[in-house]
């Protein structure tokens, strides 16, 4: 019998189409073996409007215990950058999925390898205590760190090149060499990835760019447990970030533009300039390239991230922060339609899909604001504590953070 379904086989009724409050998903057309079970198991009331078989989720339900989980990664490399260079925005946006990815659940743990083989013009210890700097502000941390430059291959998957690949080492990824020792002794990106995935061994995913797709392809035929997902590229003002068109903003610089826009008192808040730069790269899917609008940072109809936080400091000025009483992430106060979105954001590698409800949350707390008077009415403050909370919760599983003051 079937207990549980694949999330994605089912749709949100929306607001106009269904009968009841609260949460309603549908399937069109005759009902297939596997959601008849389910339906009967789980004894979820529904009924017929035309097509569709509309399906009520009672208050009471967990929307979480409804479905098929993806089982989380055991490790995730989802930001290892080179150490010879400055960081730029491009680098900042693999960190912000990976910690939306980690706050998800995702993965059980987090990885980092640093290509330290090439010099450049930023010293080894320079870069490694400017992570650190970007870490602590930024909160995220690895739970192992890696130097290229350590890697050591312990199996014997290395055999010795033939043809235009004499001289070197190489991987077969089936019938296709790969080099992994060069002619000069110098180890190749896919002999480190190659190390330290035997090194981890279990299953693990990778956040690259997407031009990378061959390589972890390739890599999966000699190590099966892992996976690539594919990031888009990061854009400025719409164009595509060059080296040799001067358009390369760097990660110091972003995080100065996005003072420069905010307040005296706010400017400092790093936080916030996070949650800003965040909100740009969490709109749309991992895969999908992303627009950095440099003159619509501090637009908060225009700025997702800076919305979020500004609905965030709008309650708490308030005072319904004041009102939870520090009881901020009880799991009975996320709401079930943000509870469907994560759980979809969790099945697909897409924390784009839980901050959409997320913006739309914010959507419906400020259109309720204006309407409804906080301070003295305990009826609203206990209806916003609730969306708060529910505001709170959902930016803690993306990676945000909680913002008093904007």
């Known amino acids: 019998m079937a207990t549980l379904i694949d999330i994605n086989k089912l749709k949100v009724v929306p607001d106009n189409q269904k009968k009841n409050d609260g949460l309603e998903l549908c399937v069109y057309g005759p009902l297939p073996e596997d959601i008849q079970e389910w339906l009967n198991f789980h004894a979820l009331p529904n009924y017929i409007v035309g097509n569709y078989t509309n399906i009520v989720i009672p208050n009471d339900v967990r929307v979480e215990n409804l479905f098929v989980k993806k089982p989380p990664y055991q490790y995730m490399d989802g930001f290892s950058p080179n150490l010879n260079k400055y960081l730029h925005i491009g680098h900042f946006s693999n960190l912000v999925i990976a910690k939306a990815i980690k706050s998800l659940g995702m993965c059980k743990s987090t990885v980092s390898i640093y290509g330290d083989t090439l010099q450049g013009e930023v010293k080894k210890e320079d870069a490694l205590k400017k992570l650190t700097f970007y870490f602590d502000h930024f909160n ?33 990824a089936g019938d296709q060499p790969i080099v992994g020792i060069k002619s000069d002794g ?64 760097f990660l110091d610089d972003m995080l100065k533009i996005i003072a420069d826009k905010l307040s005296d008192e706010t400017k400092s808040n790093v936080q916030l300039i996070y949650n800003i730069f965040a909100g740009l790269i969490l709109r749309t899917s991992p895969e999908s390239d992303k627009n950095v609008d440099l003159n619509l940072l501090d637009n908060v109809k225009a700025s997702p991230g800076l919305y979020v936080s500004y609905t965030m400091a709008r309650l708490a000025s308030a005072g319904v922060l004041e009102f939870i009483n520090g009881e901020r992430f009880p799991n009975r106060y996320f709401s079930q339609e943000l509870e469907l979105l994560n759980a979809k954001a969790c099945n697909l590698l897409r924390p784009s899909i839980l901050f959409e409800g997320l913006v739309e949350h914010c959507n419906k707390i400020n259109s309720l604001y204006t309407t409804n008077t906080i301070k003295g009415n305990v009826e609203n403050l206990k209806m916003f504590r609730r969306m708060l909370m529910d505001l709170m919760k959902a930016s803690q599983r993306l990676g945000l953070f909680f913002i008093e003051k904007v």
Request: with cysteine.
């Open 140 to 172: 995220y941390f690895p739970d192992a760190e890696f130097l290229a430059s350590q890697m050591e291959l312990k199996s014997n998957l290395l055999v010795d090149g033939e043809g235009e690949f004499e001289g070197c080492k190489v991987f077969m």
């Open 186 to 249: 110098s180890t190749s990106y896919f002999y480190q990835d190659v190390c330290l995935a035997e090194q981890l061994n279990d299953s693990t995913l990778y956040l690259t760019g997407s031009e990378q797709e061959n390589h972890f392809a390739q890599l999966k035929k000699i190590i099966p447990h892992i996976d690539h997902l594919p990031l888009g590229l990061v854009k400025v003002n719409g164009k595509k970030m060059s080296s040799r068109e001067g358009n390369v903003i």
